[in-house]
């Protein structure tokens, strides 16, 4: 009887690779594979839905299809609003009133929708954000894998990495973190594909069963990742606790 192969490629198409693994076991064989614990440049993002697209929180409140001025026109108008509802509510506002990027990283962490996603640079804390949620709508967890500085050198006017500089978001500290900006109106992947690469790989959309997240998210807090060390406050202590209740020997 033939083995199930651990994963396979569902297809490639201008710089996007789909791949669905058999089993979460599989996982660190395939960055093996694609020799991805060597590269430092590739950088990780964790959906639990495989039928969500990878667009920011502000593309939500947009229309669609904004042309890149009118984008960006609108972002501008945003950020201003913001600066001017937190006046006298953020201490050091000044030391980063000017920068653009520090003022979306703050929002980010305060439930301002922006153009910033978060994104790690451990494929392992990205594992985790897939699976700790419970329910899901489809088969498939997915991990994003953007190789970054290719990326950044071929449409550098569309995505921007930022890594940022102030201390208004610690978390970011426990996660790896960093953010990947978005300055027009489209999807990851839809960007991607604007490449038209017949050849390189951009990104990996790797999808695993959701009937692993068990088996997966007691792997991973045995590498002391889980939400007490990714969010070291109270609710993280909170969530890792409640975590032992549902999954058996975690």
């Known amino acids: 009887m033939a083995r199930t192969p651990r994963w396979k490629v569902d297809k490639f198409e201008n710089g996007v690779e789909t791949i669905t693994l058999s089993s979460w076991k599989y996982f660190h064989d395939f960055l093996k594979d ?14 639990k839905d495989s039928l969500w697209q990878v667009q920011p929180s502000i593309h939500r409140g947009l ?16 950020l201003d609003n913001f600066k001017y509802s937190i006046r006298g509510r953020v201490q ?3 030391e980063i009133l000017n920068d653009e990027n520090e003022l979306w990283a703050l929002g980010q962490h305060h439930g301002l929708s922006t153009p910033l996603l978060d994104f790690s ?19 498939f967890r997915t991990i994003w894998m953007l190789a970054s500085i290719a ?11 930022y890594h940022p500089l102030s201390d208004i978001t610690p978390r970011l500290i426990s996660q790896d973190g960093l953010f990947v900006k978005f300055n ?9 594909q604007t490449t038209k690469s017949e050849k390189k790989i951009f990104l990996y959309e790797v999808r695993i069963p959701d009937r692993d997240r068990h088996l997966c998210l007691k792997s ?10 990714l969010f070291p406050d109270l609710l993280g202590a909170s969530i890792y606790a409640n975590l032992h209740l549902e999954i058996d020997k975690y």
Not at 184 to 192: A, C, E, T
Request: with cysteine.
């Open 184 to 192: 027009v109106n489209k999807d990851l992947k839809s960007i991607i």
């Open 92 to 94: 050091g506002l000044k």
């Open 34 to 47: 694609k020799n991805l614990l060597e590269k430092r440049t590739y950088i990780y993002r964790g959906q």
């Open 63 to 78: 229309k669609k299809g904004l042309s890149k001025l009118k984008y960006l026109d609108e972002l501008k108008k945003h």
């Open 151 to 161: 990326v950044e050198m071929e449409i550098d006017d569309q995505l921007e990495m």
């Open 220 to 229: 991973l807090n045995r590498m002391n990742i889980n939400h007490k060390t």
């Open 121 to 139: 640079t451990s494929p392992y804390v990205a594992c985790y954000f897939a699976f700790q949620e419970k329910e899901n709508n489809s088969k």
